[in-house]
């Protein structure tokens, strides 16, 4: 499934490519008429590195943003209540982070398109910076208001790093490699929260306080606004050629209304998207109970730190597996598809039944603060009883690590934005909802039950989308339809023989 504003996991692989945005306000030219470096390829031995103007050098960069940016707030979500003592503050955070993020990314596809991806994803970073600087004022002055306000913020900054960043991520990859390419985001940006959680973990390794320390927070920062600054390391998306020399698929000349337009034009083209609007709500539902139910109300700070570290770790396996799996010749994509989904089938029904049993132990009553001031004490790695709901943890981690299916869907990138603006924009709908339900005191098996129940419903709704829609592969010529290019901008082009071999 998916991440927070993090997060996310989307599709399966491809096979011949296009896709479509501006990086700037400029005009948009051939990307044979990129500078040369651009495309020079270095040979150090036996070492080949591709040209900095590809796919792969490209969503590296991506890969590394998010690393710092999303990544980070994973990590202090994944520790429960942002490191604090009461999650009322992080759950109302939430709240307006995903409240805001809902509205922002449902058009945030278009503000893509116009504005151009590197803008746009730098300008997402920000928020992340801010949002946990307002953490660590509240660590000093408990300032709610601030870390609300700095949620909201958020909410926009993230529609729109998101959304620029699953552009990149379907769109530069040819359909042959796109499984193989996602996997490669999504461990490093997974990596990021792994290490995020290692730094609670180091901080609070001697202690079994309640909440973080002030220098966990400071590292957050540090690194949340070096990913913001990152993002301008980007070429514009004209410059960029796949290996075999066919170029971006781009929106020429986008205005303001032919993208806010083509919002609609996707609806009526491809209204079947309609069908995975429930598995986009799921993908973000269960961003509450893990954290919240499980990590924050069973465990100490610093097993909290241990789980979140290990959870993280489980879905950087989850990447590997999935995505290389998507990329395999020996299958057809379509039959790839429909064994992704039979898989995320049985594993719901296997990770959550576990769950089940485990939620059957206690109530919201057994572990709140009143408990905790009667004398409950939260669980520590030393304790008896750990290895099991660690283990069970760690299978929610592997979970979210699963693939949706919009890339294998098309190669257009305008419409792929738009996709993922509305994956986005639902998804955190769902999150901002499920942060709500938390905050209003709701039942722990009710929330359990209500994660179960949506992610067996999504599958099943989204069945007909994976049997019909998804082809072994998507002709360019249709590709083109949804954008003002046409077949002689994107075909192939030679490099020069000097770009070639440096």
């Given at each position: 499934m998916s991440k927070t504003p993090g997060n996310e996991e989307l599709t399966p692989n491809e096979k011949v490519s296009p896709p479509q945005y501006p990086s700037g306000d400029e005009e948009i030219g051939q990307a044979s008429q990129s500078p040369e470096w651009m495309h020079r390829k270095y040979n150090f031995g036996p070492l080949h590195f591709p040209g900095y103007a590809t796919p792969p050098v490209q969503l590296v960069i991506v890969a590394v943003v998010c690393f710092m940016c999303p990544g980070m707030f994973n990590a202090i979500n994944g520790l429960g209540a942002a490191g604090q003592l009461d999650p009322k503050v992080s759950d109302n955070a939430n709240v307006a982070v995903y409240s805001t993020f809902s509205v922002v990314g449902f058009f945030a596809g278009s503000f893509a398109n116009r504005l151009g991806l590197r803008l746009t994803l730098s300008f997402g970073g920000l928020g992340y910076f801010l949002y946990v600087s307002s953490y660590l004022s509240y660590n000093r002055n408990a300032n709610a208001g601030f870390v609300y306000f700095a949620g909201a913020f958020l909410g926009v900054c993230a529609g729109l790093l998101w959304t620029a960043q699953g552009a990149i991520m379907l769109g530069y990859p040819d359909e042959a490699s796109k499984g193989r390419y996602i996997s490669w985001f999504w461990m490093i940006f997974n990596m990021g929260a792994v290490i995020g959680s290692l730094i609670p973990l180091g901080?609070?390794?001697?202690?079994?306080?309640?909440r973080v320390s002030d220098g966990t927070y400071i590292g957050f920062m540090a690194l949340t606004l070096t990913g913001a600054v990152l993002a301008w390391c980007l070429v514009d998306a004209r410059h960029v050629r796949r290996a075999d020399g066919s170029h971006v698929v781009l929106m020429k000349h986008p205005t303001w209304k032919s993208e806010f337009l083509g919002l609609w034009q996707v609806l009526r083209s491809d209204p079947y998207i309609i069908l995975l609007f429930p598995m986009f709500l799921a993908s973000n539902w269960f961003n509450t109970y893990q954290p919240t139910v499980v990590n924050f109300a069973k465990f100490n700070v610093r097993t909290r730190s241990l789980n979140s570290t290990l959870y993280w770790s489980s879905q950087i396996i989850a990447a590997l597996v999935?995505?290389?799996?998507?990329?395999?010749?020996?299958?057809?994509?379509?039959?790839?598809?429909?064994?992704?989904?039979?898989?995320?089938?049985?594993?719901?029904?296997?990770?959550?039944?576990?769950?089940?049993?485990?939620?059957?132990?206690?109530?919201?009553?057994?572990t709140d603060?009143?408990?905790?001031?009667?004398?409950?004490?939260?669980?520590?790695?030393?304790?008896?009883?750990?290895?099991?709901?660690?283990?069970?943890?760690i299978f929610y981690g592997f979970f979210d690590g699963e693939p949706l299916f919009m890339g294998a869907i098309t190669n257009n990138g305008r419409k792929l934005a738009n996709f993922v603006g509305f994956y986005k924009g639902i998804q955190s709908a769902g999150a901002a909802i499920s942060f709500r339900i938390d905050e209003r005191g709701v039942s722990f098996m009710s929330e359990f039950?209500?994660?179960?129940?949506?992610?067996?419903?999504?599958?099943?709704?989204?069945?007909?989308?994976?049997?019909?829609?998804?082809?072994?592969?998507?002709?360019?010529?249709?590709?083109?339809?949804?954008?003002?290019?046409?077949?002689?901008?994107?075909?192939?082009?030679a490099l020069s023989e000097r770009a070639q071999n440096l």
């Amino acid at each position: 499934m998916s991440k927070t504003p993090g997060n996310e996991e989307l599709t399966p692989n491809e096979k011949v490519s296009p896709p479509q945005y501006p990086s700037g306000d400029e005009e948009i030219g051939q990307a044979s008429q990129s500078p040369e470096w651009m495309h020079r390829k270095y040979n150090f031995g036996p070492l080949h590195f591709p040209g900095y103007a590809t796919p792969p050098v490209q969503l590296v960069i991506v890969a590394v943003v998010c690393f710092m940016c999303p990544g980070m707030f994973n990590a202090i979500n994944g520790l429960g209540a942002a490191g604090q003592l009461d999650p009322k503050v992080s759950d109302n955070a939430n709240v307006a982070v995903y409240s805001t993020f809902s509205v922002v990314g449902f058009f945030a596809g278009s503000f893509a398109n116009r504005l151009g991806l590197r803008l746009t994803l730098s300008f997402g970073g920000l928020g992340y910076f801010l949002y946990v600087s307002s953490y660590l004022s509240y660590n000093r002055n408990a300032n709610a208001g601030f870390v609300y306000f700095a949620g909201a913020f958020l909410g926009v900054c993230a529609g729109l790093l998101w959304t620029a960043q699953g552009a990149i991520m379907l769109g530069y990859p040819d359909e042959a490699s796109k499984g193989r390419y996602i996997s490669w985001f999504w461990m490093i940006f997974n990596m990021g929260a792994v290490i995020g959680s290692l730094i609670p973990l180091g901080e609070n390794l001697h202690s079994t306080a309640g909440r973080v320390s002030d220098g966990t927070y400071i590292g957050f920062m540090a690194l949340t606004l070096t990913g913001a600054v990152l993002a301008w390391c980007l070429v514009d998306a004209r410059h960029v050629r796949r290996a075999d020399g066919s170029h971006v698929v781009l929106m020429k000349h986008p205005t303001w209304k032919s993208e806010f337009l083509g919002l609609w034009q996707v609806l009526r083209s491809d209204p079947y998207i309609i069908l995975l609007f429930p598995m986009f709500l799921a993908s973000n539902w269960f961003n509450t109970y893990q954290p919240t139910v499980v990590n924050f109300a069973k465990f100490n700070v610093r097993t909290r730190s241990l789980n979140s570290t290990l959870y993280w770790s489980s879905q950087i396996i989850a990447a590997l597996v999935f995505g290389y799996f998507l990329d395999l010749k020996s299958f057809r994509r379509t039959t790839k598809a429909k064994a992704a989904l039979a898989v995320l089938f049985v594993l719901t029904m296997t990770i959550w039944g576990g769950g089940y049993a485990w939620q059957k132990q206690y109530t919201r009553a057994d572990t709140d603060s009143k408990a905790v001031a009667a004398g409950y004490v939260k669980l520590d790695w030393t304790s008896s009883g750990f290895v099991g709901p660690m283990f069970l943890y760690i299978f929610y981690g592997f979970f979210d690590g699963e693939p949706l299916f919009m890339g294998a869907i098309t190669n257009n990138g305008r419409k792929l934005a738009n996709f993922v603006g509305f994956y986005k924009g639902i998804q955190s709908a769902g999150a901002a909802i499920s942060f709500r339900i938390d905050e209003r005191g709701v039942s722990f098996m009710s929330e359990f039950a209500s994660n179960w129940g949506l992610l067996l419903g999504a599958l099943l709704l989204a069945a007909p989308v994976i049997f019909l829609k998804i082809r072994d592969t998507v002709p360019v010529e249709e590709d083109l339809k949804f954008s003002d290019e046409t077949l002689e901008d994107v075909k192939p082009t030679a490099l020069s023989e000097r770009a070639q071999n440096l």
